[in-house]
């Protein structure tokens, strides 16, 4: 049985579909490389990981503050939430239809 969540920003969450589904928008745009992608929740922003040069899906959530994001690597069913410092496993798709890049 899961445990309970720590965390009272995945409630009444509303998903959004990844913008960028083929990688990190920012490393896209500039022709850099990333090492993993991270979806935010709420906006469909795909940002790189903290292992990658660039950082975007971190410096995403410190400019918007939005506070959830799940893994977007195939296979991966992981979220985070920043603000509460939580992770979730399994994280809930919340019906999206892309949930790794391709």
Not at 13 to 41: F, I, M, Q, Y
Not at 81 to 100: H, N, R, S
């Amino acid at each position: 049985m899961a445990a309970p969540l720590r965390c009272r920003h995945i409630e009444g969450l509303h998903p959004k579909e990844p913008r960028t589904p083929d990688g990190c928008e920012e490393c896209l745009a500039s022709g850099d490389r990333w090492v993993h992608l991270r979806l935010c929740l709420t906006c469909g922003h795909v940002g790189c990981c903290d292992e990658s040069p660039n950082r975007h899906a971190t410096k995403h959530f410190h400019a918007t503050q939005h506070p959830i994001i799940r893994s977007f690597e195939p296979d991966d069913e992981w979220g985070y939430c920043y603000v509460d410092d939580v992770g979730f496993e399994p994280m809930p798709t919340f019906g999206l239809k892309i949930f790794a890049h391709r």
